[in-house]
């Protein structure tokens, strides 16, 4: 549940968690801050709705399935599924915890708090992460953006979308292309490029059971 406040003060999301959802919680939320994605980048790198792990983080959507464990592995490149699953919580049964969110220009700050029935608070976790919208330099951001437009269109001629492809594929192959800070956001915004054409070929979005979603070259 979120309390509402103004955009300038903390906001504050409440819920009931067990002791694994927290850990899943902290350890998606670690990792994704450790790779300097937004929610929104890791959601679509999952190939999910951008929306999805911010749902998470705001205690609106709790827990996390096998497949969304096997996607968020891939989108943050973790080796095993071992490294998503750390016990910073004990016991079996739920409590009531706070997740406290203060956004400032430089950086936002994430404390997760434990409502004990006797009043008192046991901090969780504290986690810090870079403002990436406060930090991000307009200019620079629409030279990346255009990079990443022209590098898919020359993959986009080639074969690669003969074969439908994941958000994380397609990330890589673009990254692999450039030596610009290219962040997913920017390929987003390439591939919306591609999927809104009026003519063909284009690309179209496609559900995928191992991979959340792929894109694929249509030709009518």
Do not use: W
Not at 55 to 80: P, R, W
Not at 153 to 168: A, D, M, N, R, T
């Amino acid at each position: 549940m979120k309390n509402k406040h103004n955009s300038s003060l903390p906001l504050i999301y409440k819920a009931m968690l067990s002791p694994v959802n927290v850990g899943m919680l902290y350890s998606f939320m670690i990792k994704r801050i450790a790779k300097g994605y937004s929610t929104s980048e890791v959601s679509f790198l999952m190939g999910y709705t951008n929306d999805y792990m911010k749902q998470k983080e705001e205690l609106n959507s709790i827990g996390f399935t096998y497949e969304d464990m096997h996607c968020f592995q891939h989108a943050v490149e973790e080796l095993s599924l071992r490294g998503l699953i750390p016990s910073i919580e004990n016991g079996s049964s739920k409590c009531e915890y706070q997740l406290i969110k203060i956004s400032g220009l430089a950086k936002i700050e994430f404390m997760m708090i434990r409502l004990e029935k006797d009043g008192q608070e046991t901090p969780i976790f504290h986690l810090i992460e870079n403002n990436t919208k406060g930090n991000a330099h307009k200019v620079t951001e629409l030279s990346i953006e255009a990079q990443a437009i022209a590098i898919l269109h020359v993959l986009f001629e080639g074969k690669l979308f003969y074969i439908p492809q994941s958000p994380l594929q397609i990330y890589q192959k673009c990254r692999s292309r450039t030596s610009a800070s290219l962040s997913p956001r920017h390929l987003q915004a390439a591939l919306l490029n591609l999927t809104k054409k009026n003519d063909f070929p284009k690309l179209k979005r496609i559900k995928s059971k191992d991979n959340g979603c792929m894109y694929e070259k249509v030709f009518e």
